[in-house]
RNA sequence: GGCCCCGUAGCUCAGCUGGAUAGAGCAACUGCCUUCUAAGCAGUAGGUCACACGUUCGAAUCGUGUCGGGGUCACCA
């Protein structure tokens, strides 16, 4: 209809006004509830243009309107606001048009270019954590998105599997797990511990380990005994406690923190790591086996824990294949001069001009950087899946920088593709208590937290659902559906970009703005329309002002959709669903349905309930949450 | 310090391509289940949209500055 009254006047305004307008000139919003109108259009740009009075402009082009779009009602004009008042026929046909389209706001399924979604993206020495969870339903909802509006989408993760990071855990485990009375180390199948969970157990006791011996280290600079330590380490020693002369409180503890770091790559412990990690490049054939056993236990993890996410990847990326990629680009951005050399062979991309800064491509040595590797693998992506458009990743916002460089140097390394990558940038998710640290132990453990906003839901849904002739099965996936669901809907509801607040008790909330909140009024219209016996057809039904407003957010859906995808922003998703809900209840609280004696009204009001399910499911279902038929 | 993001009700968040009286939920208080699922609905109360200046017929929204919070400025990943 916009699309329509935009059109009309572009083609008869000058005619009519002589005056020429801008497509920008025309604004239009929703008619505020208090007064009569389905759409407005804002006229104040116009009637400057038109040398009158915004209500005598006002009530001119209402004319003009009226005349050309036969669905025009009526108009009204308060102040600068045309009202415009739309035909219930309109609003009719518009239900129809919706309860007879099964995909209702869906583009043509692989009518557009391959979009890549790349999420999760873990460090396998890490258990998965609340902030996971966040990015982990953001990139699954965006995919599903970009599928809703016609794309093929490939998910991705990249899995961070290799460096020293790795080698600490088995160093670790090598070196500090029991032996039990069989003469085997710890394993997930002799401690029953997830995979993931063991090996991040020893990467926390390589880190307490190598404190230790730190400290020592520090001590015995303290004394001044400095055999067998690097000159450079104890140089630099020396110039930091120097410095800490005269010094506050605050500037010792920065200098103690660097003294730290030295001792610490001092110690033996960092020195066999560092071995380790020599071997592994050298592919030592024990350390490879050490390292592919230990990953194979935080893959099962891994597996455990996405299962419960209801998250999965079409493709996997491990940095051990591709941490190499990019080296031959450099050689190709130095030839073509976008690329440059300094005098110890480093390889520099100079971004002054763009505002940044120069940026490191490849160290002096040879080897690579974590740029080197983004860029070798952006590329190598692109070559693999020839159809592709577009790349999303899904990082946290702490990678801005990151990523801005990342795209502009493939920008000027000639990809054009690199116009349509983006950076799925995200807030990070705070405690009341302030925010995660590993360190002090408060960071929210993914399957935790998922099995206690599971354990909660069953223990709300028992208290107060509507379980008659359910099996136990059926009810604990419901329960799970509802908890996952809960959380899902917390954390996506807000908008990506922005820091947020997780209150664990607020998370298994299921009043007011809730997954659960919505998935009862889900629940509640299946058992409605499974009640009808049958649907007929609603011509010569009378549309009231219930039926209106939401026929109306029904026919926004497609173009939220849309909007989300161009956003990023599943959260637009949710709250748009919340909406629909919200204006649903009322509906149902204030119309009365099967009890409705008109047929047409009834069968109205029944396609009306009908088609918000359809289109709450189809929603919920681009986040990633189910919804029930009964709760 | 340079750059980036954020600041809206007691709390958590919408609204931000400028438009009418700034909206929800939670928490507090009042009502509504012998008609369809009360995980619901209706209502009361709660605001200097951090602050200042500017642009405009019109600013929570755009610009500049100030204050406050966070991030980032590695030959780490």
Redesign the pocket.
């Known amino acids: 209809m916009e699309q329509q009254i935009k059109a009309i006047l572009l083609a008869n305004f000058e005619s009519t006004f002589q005056c020429a307008i801008d497509e920008k000139m025309i604004?239009f919003?929703l008619?505020?509830k208090?007064?009569e109108g389905d759409i407005?259009l804002?006229v104040?740009?116009f009637s400057?243009l038109m040398k009158s009075s915004p209500i005598d402009a006002a009530n001119k082009i209402g004319e003009l309107l009226k005349d050309k779009i036969a669905e025009i009602e009526s108009f009204n004009v308060?102040?600068?606001?045309l009202?415009i008042v739309i035909a219930p026929s309109y609003w009719l046909k518009e239900l129809s048009e919706i309860n007879q389209d099964e995909r209702f706001g869906f583009e043509t399924a692989n009518s557009k270019a391959t979009i890549m979604v790349e999420y999760s993206s873990p460090?396998t020495n890490k258990p998965l954590h609340l902030g996971h969870l966040r990015n982990n339903f953001l990139g699954y909802a965006v995919a599903e998105i970009y599928k809703a509006n016609g794309h093929k989408v490939v998910k991705t993760q990249i899995i961070?599997d290799r460096?020293i990071h790795i080698c600490k855990s088995m160093l670790a485990w090598e070196r500090f797990s029991p032996v039990n009375a069989q003469g085997e180390r710890e394993t997930p199948t002799n401690t029953g511990l997830k995979g993931d969970k063991l090996v991040g157990k020893y990467y926390v006791e390589f880190d307490k380990n190598l404190n230790v011996e730190a400290k020592e280290v520090i001590a015995k600079w303290d004394k001044q005994a400095f055999d067998g330590f690097s000159e450079n380490a104890v140089a630099e020693y020396k110039k930091f406690t120097a410095a800490k002369e005269d010094k506050d409180e605050k500037a010792i503890a920065t200098l103690d923190d660097k003294i730290k770091e030295l001792a610490k790559n001092e110690t033996a412990l960092m020195k066999d790591v560092k071995q380790m990690l020599v071997q592994w490049e050298a592919r030592d054939p024990q350390t490879i086996e050490l390292w592919k056993m230990m990953n194979s236990w935080v893959y099962d993890g891994f597996g455990v824990t996405y299962e419960k996410m209801q998250v999965d990847f079409d493709t996997l990326y491990y940095?051990s294949d591709t941490y190499l990629l990019g080296k031959n680009v450099v050689e190709e951005g130095l030839k073509s001069g976008v690329l440059f050399k300094?005098e110890?062979n480093?390889v520099w991309i100079d971004l002054t001009a763009e505002g940044l800064?120069e940026k490191?491509l490849l160290?002096?040595?040879g080897t690579s950087?974590?740029m080197t590797q983004d860029l070798g693998t952006a590329i190598e992506r692109f070559k693999e899946f020839p159809d592709m458009e577009g790349m999303v990743y899904t990082v946290g916002?702490?990678?801005?920088?990151?990523f801005k460089v990342l795209f502009l140097i493939l920008k000027k390394m000639g990809y054009s593709w690199a116009e349509s990558c983006y950076h799925l940038s995200y807030g990070?998710v705070d405690l009341p208590s302030g925010?995660m640290k590993s360190r002090e132990g408060t960071v929210v453990d993914a399957d935790d937290l998922i099995d206690e906003v599971v354990e909660k839901?069953k223990e709300?849904?028992n208290e107060?659902?509507?379980l008659e002739g359910m099996s136990e099965a059926e009810k604990e996936s419901l329960f799970k559906l509802?908890g996952l669901g809960g959380l899902k809907y917390y954390l996506l509801?807000?908008?990506p970009?922005?820091?947020?607040?997780f209150?664990p008790e607020?998370s298994i909330?299921?009043?007011?703005?809730t997954g659960?909140?919505i998935q009862?009024a889900h629940?509640?219209i299946?058992?409605?329309v499974t009640?009808a016996e049958s649907i007929g057809s609603f011509e010569g039904a009378n549309l009231g002002a219930e039926e209106k407003e939401i026929i109306k957010l029904l026919s926004q859906y497609p173009a939220v959709i849309q909007e989300a995808a161009k956003e990023l922003s599943p959260?637009?998703i949710a709250?748009f669903v919340y909406e629909l809900v919200?204006a649903f209840?009322?509906f149902?609280?204030?119309?009365?349905?099967?009890?409705e004696e008109n047929l047409a009204n009834k069968n109205l009001r029944l396609i009306i309930c009908i088609n918000v399910g359809k289109v709450i499911n189809s929603g919920m279902s681009l986040l990633g949450i189910d919804v029930p038929?009964?709760?």
């Open positions: 604004q919003q008619t505020r208090e007064f407005t804002v104040f740009p400057k308060v102040q600068g606001f009202n460090n961070n460096g940095e300094k110890d480093s800064d490191l160290r002096g040595d950087v974590y916002n702490e990678q801005d920088y990151h990070m925010k839901a709300m849904t107060r659902g509507h509802i509801k807000v908008d970009k922005k820091r947020m607040m209150n607020e909330e299921l009043t007011g703005n659960p909140f009862y629940a509640r299946h058992s409605l009640r959260a637009l709250n919200k209840n009322h149902y609280q204030s119309v009365p349905i099967h009890i038929e009964k709760m």
